[in-house]
């Protein structure tokens, strides 16, 4: 397999992983990161966040966030979830963007409860996003353009099978990450 | 003649009489990328009628151009009301319903007018520009906010853009112009 990054920084990105990081360091980790083409990017992939002890980071879990499809570039899922051993694909625009960005948000045990229920309803087979190369930080990279949202998560390659995402909320000034694995 | 004054008069040529979306494509791919810097500020805007369904909509709404702030902050519907400069929330407009239906202009005219009597002003911006790779090109792209549409931008010469307005699901692209304020 080829790897992407040296030895020195896989122990350091696993480091990450575990213990979590500061949104100062996952950038620096992220610009070193070569780009990764569109094309390359297409097929499923499980989304683990890197904690930058934000409290978003802490949401996947409970809402059973699996992670990310791409059919093709204009057909991308960018929020699967576990639902009763399915995964299913959820309308980003239910997921209300006020709390990205809080600091404090409502107990776990009760967004876990608002998500069972959320997923009834807003389950659907359309897509919500599209991949497109643009150019952020220096590199030109596959990064995911939300339909109606303005979020967009820009991707770098870790391995070959192995992803970072930035994900960039408008007039949020805190940036997100995410581990992406392919499946 | 030199390249530049080619284009120009070519672009001249088809918002006038109109012409086909292969050829205005082959006009876009041979215009030169503009960067983010060169977006900003106010531009005013008409359709590059190709055809299309949208062609004389936006004009027959009132659409006055585009003002780009800074990157992360651009407002793509500026209107006249009341002889003033406004900014419009797009989902006020039925742009998305456009895509997969053949509406009777007439009957696309009349549905579009009525949102224009109870348009909004915004004070917020709509959309965002980043640099894209699009046909074979690095250049700058309006990112809707709440829409899936991006809009492609290529340099005629300074002052002059030739914007593509590609909408999710839409097949046939729509062509419009830009002029520098």
């Not at chain 1, 353009?145 to 770098?156: A, E, G, N, S």
């Not at chain 2, 369904?53 to 519907?77: C, I, Q, R, S």
């Not at chain 2, 009957?107 to 046909?135: C, E, H, N, V, W």
């Not at chain 2, 010469?157 to 304020?181: A, E, H, I, S």
Request: hydrophobic share 45%; net charge neutral.
């Amino acid at each position: 397999m080829t790897q992407f990054i040296d030895h020195e920084s896989v122990d350091h990105l696993d480091h990450m992983i575990k213990t979590g990081t500061t949104v100062a360091q996952a950038l620096t980790f992220f610009d070193q990161l070569a780009p990764v083409d569109l094309h390359r990017v297409i097929g499923q992939w499980r989304c683990i966040p890197l904690s930058t002890g934000h409290p978003i980071d802490e949401l996947a879990e409970p809402f059973g966030w699996y992670g990310k499809l791409f059919f093709d570039p204009e057909h991308v899922y960018p929020l699967l979830f576990r639902y009763q051993e399915q995964l299913i694909s959820i309308d980003p625009r239910w997921i209300p963007l006020s709390w990205i960005g809080r600091r404090k948000l409502p107990a776990k045990q009760v967004l876990a409860a608002m998500a069972k229920r959320a997923q009834f309803m807003v389950a659907s087979a359309e897509s919500h996003a599209r991949l497109r190369m643009l150019h952020h930080r220096g590199k030109l990279s596959t990064s995911i353009v939300y339909d109606h949202r303005p979020i967009i998560v820009t991707l770098r390659q870790v391995t070959e099978t192995t992803l970072m995402g930035l994900m960039e909320v408008k007039d949020v000034d805190i940036p997100f990450f995410c581990m992406m694995y392919r499946d | 003649m030199s390249n530049l004054a080619n284009s120009a008069q070519q672009l001249h040529a088809f918002v006038s009489s109109g012409t086909d979306t292969e050829t205005a494509f082959a006009l876009f791919d041979q215009l030169e990328p503009v960067s983010l810097d060169e977006m900003l500020g106010q531009w005013h805007g008409g359709g590059l009628p190709t055809g299309h369904v949208m062609d004389g909509m936006l004009e027959a709404f009132g659409w006055y151009g585009k003002t780009f702030t800074d990157p992360n902050h651009v407002h793509p519907l500026l209107f006249i009301l009341n002889g003033k400069l406004v900014s419009i929330d797009p989902k006020w407009l039925p742009i998305a319903q456009v895509s997969n239906r053949r509406l009777p202009a007439q009957g696309l005219l009349a549905k579009l007018s009525l949102p224009a009597k109870f348009a909004l002003k915004t004070g917020q911006s709509r959309a965002q520009i980043r640099m894209m790779d699009y046909r074979g090109k690095v250049s700058a792209v309006m990112i809707y906010d709440h829409l899936p549409i991006m809009d492609i931008f290529r340099k005629v010469d300074d002052n002059t853009l030739l914007g593509v307005m590609d909408l999710k699901g839409m097949q046939q692209p729509f062509f419009f112009v830009l002029y520098r304020d």
